[in-house]
C-alpha cells in the first residue's frame, strides 16, 4: 500500500526539515549573542581587526543560511567563535587600558565627543595607537599612549563640563563687549568675567563641583545683562 508509505516518508522529511530550521533558528540566535557580547566589551574599539574579521565570517553565515546550504551551521559556529575570540581579547586588553577607558566613559558622560573638542581627538587618537601596540605586542609604547590618552580624555571631559556650564555667560560677555560695555560699564563687566574665571577653576579642582560653578556662571551672565542694561 503505497500512500501509507508515502504519508510516512513524508512526515520524516518534515519533521527532518523542522530540525534543521530550529537548529538555523538556533544558531542564528547563537550568532546574535555572541555579536552582541563581542561589541558590549568594545571589541571594535579595543580589537577592531578580530572584530572586523568576526563581522565578516557572520555575514558569510548569515548567506549561506538564507540559501539553505548545509554548510551554514558550520559557518555559524566559526563565526560565533571568532566574535568570542575578539570578545575576551578586547576584555583582556580593557584590564590594561582602564584607565583610559574609565577617563573616556567621563568624557562621553560630559558630552566632549564633539568635534569642536580638541582633546577629544587628541585621546581618541593616543587610544588607538595605544591598541595598535598592543596588537604588535609592544607594551611599553602602549603603556605611553594609554597614559596620553587618559590625560587628554581627562581634559576632554573637563573642557565639556565648563562649555556647558559656562556658555550662556560667556555669550552674554561677549555680547556685553561688542555693545561697548567695557566702556560704560567697565566695572560690572569685569566682575562678570572674573566669576566665569572662578566658575572655571571650580570645576578644575573638582569636576562634581557643577551646582556652584553653575551658580557662580548665573551671577557671571547677570554682570552681563547688567553692563549691557548701564
Given amino acids: 500500500m503505497p500512500f501509507p508509505f508515502n504519508?510516512?516518508?513524508?512526515?520524516?522529511?518534515?519533521?527532518?526539515?523542522?530540525?534543521l530550521l530550529l537548529a538555523d533558528l538556533s544558531g542564528a540566535q547563537d550568532l546574535t549573542t555572541a555579536k552582541d557580547a563581542?561589541?558590549?566589551?568594545?571589541?571594535?574599539?579595543?580589537?577592531p581587526d578580530q572584530y572586523e574579521d568576526a563581522e565578516a565570517a557572520g555575514e558569510r553565515a548569515e548567506r549561506l543560511a538564507s540559501s539553505g546550504s548545509d554548510r551554514a551551521a558550520e559557518a555559524i559556529a566559526a563565526a560565533i567563535a571568532q566574535f568570542d575570540a575578539a570578545r575576551d581579547l578586547a576584555e583582556e586588553r580593557a584590564r590594561f587600558l582602564s584607565a583610559?577607558?574609565?577617563?573616556?566613559d567621563n568624557a562621553l558622560t560630559a558630552g566632549a565627543n564633539t568635534a569642536d573638542n580638541e582633546f577629544w581627538e587628541q585621546a581618541e587618537e593616543a587610544l588607538e595607537d595605544a591598541v595598535s601596540a598592543l596588537e604588535r605586542k609592544r607594551d611599553e609604547?602602549?603603556?605611553t599612549n594609554a597614559e596620553a590618552a587618559r590625560v587628554n580624555f581627562d581634559q576632554a571631559e573637563l573642557q565639556a563640563l565648563q562649555?556647558?556650564?559656562?556658555?550662556?555667560?560667556?555669550?552674554?560677555?561677549?555680547?556685553?563687549?561688542?555693545?561697548?560695555?567695557?566702556?560704560?560699564?567697565?566695572?560690572?563687566?569685569?566682575?562678570?568675567?572674573?566669576l566665569v574665571a572662578q566658575a572655571r577653576?571650580?570645576?578644575?579642582?573638582d569636576r562634581d563641583a557643577r551646582d556652584a560653578a553653575a551658580r557662580l556662571s548665573a551671577l557671571a551672565e547677570a554682570h552681563a545683562e547688567r553692563a549691557i542694561q548701564i
Fill in 7 to 19: 504519508i510516512r516518508l513524508i512526515a520524516a522529511l518534515s519533521a527532518g526539515l523542522v530540525a
Fill in 38 to 47: 563581542a561589541y558590549a566589551a568594545q571589541a571594535p574599539l579595543l580589537a
Fill in 100 to 104: 583610559a577607558l574609565a577617563a573616556r
Fill in 141 to 143: 609604547p602602549a603603556r
Fill in 163 to 194: 562649555d556647558s556650564t559656562l556658555r550662556a555667560a560667556r555669550e552674554r560677555l561677549i555680547a556685553a563687549d561688542k555693545l561697548r560695555a567695557k566702556r560704560y560699564a567697565p566695572t560690572t563687566l569685569a566682575r562678570g568675567y572674573e
Fill in 201 to 205: 577653576a571650580v570645576l578644575e579642582q
